[in-house]
């Protein structure tokens, strides 16, 4: 495991600005799907509640679906949110330390986020990989695929560890892995308006 972390953060770092620049449009792109399924998963709720209380013929399955969709709502956005900050945090005592000391305590925290998130990321694909291996369902009918919403585990874990390795990097060598290289949504948007 960090044998892979190790080759993973080698070439990320050599092409920082870019794997900056293309993580940003892929957390873009699941965010917009997050929010997607955040509405139609609302929509999906509404309905099934009208459909039962209303006309007496409850959807099967909305239960085991609306479960289904939670995870894949949450890791497709996680990324995006460490990317603009946006994580509830403590910082209290951080934000009181000498500007140094705090750089320091930042890149030490950004690390083992990189590494915590690797592992957690390495075992939810096995069991994702194990899903789809036996093709498992929920345990009611329609009997809807678990495997698609277990592979958005692995896939936001990753994202999110190659994120805050950019931002570690930003943080150990500022000069050179700059902050217009660890490229934000704000960033992608100026660009879109460019066009």
Known sequence: MLGADLVIGILVTIAAAKSGFVLAKIERALTIGSTLLILVTMAFVSLEVFMRYIMNAPIP????????????????????????????????????????????????????????????????????????????????????????????????????????????????APDYYQAKDIVHDVDLLAESAAK
């Open 61 to 172: 399955g909305h239960l085991e679906l609306s479960s289904l969709f939670v995870p894949v709502m949450v890791f497709f956005a996680v990324s995006y949110a460490q990317s603009q900050d946006a994580h509830v945090g403590m910082s209290l005592l951080i934000d009181n330390l000498p500007p140094r000391v705090k750089n320091n305590v930042e890149i030490v925290t950004l690390l083992l986020t990189v590494f915590t998130c690797s592992i957690l990321s390495y075992f939810s694909f096995k069991f994702a990989y194990g899903e789809w291996q036996i093709d498992n369902v929920t345990e009611t009918p329609p009997y809807y695929l678990t495997w698609p919403s277990a592979a958005s585990i692995p896939l936001g874990y990753a994202l999110i560890s190659i994120r805050c390795y950019l931002q570690a990097l930003h943080r150990i």
